[in-house]
């Protein structure tokens, strides 16, 4: 999922290189990290959170596989 994650939000962003992605897991569930440039924080997000849902609407599906929950966070790479 961590893969996934980062290879998709780089394709979106135009500073892939401060794309970061940490993971924390639990006994069931996966919380993942989203850090990005603050100036490519609407286009993760997209207009009304489109993207952003999306997203997360992938990653339960590749996680719902597992037997597991997944939670995606979305920073700005300065906090």
Known sequence: MKEFLEYVARSLVEKPDAVWVEVDEDEDETVLTLGVDQEDMGRVIGRDGRI?????????????????????EIVNDAE
């Open 52 to 72: 952003a849902n999306a997203l997360r609407d992938l990653l339960r599906v590749m996680a719902a596989k597992n037997g597991r929950r997944v939670e995606l």
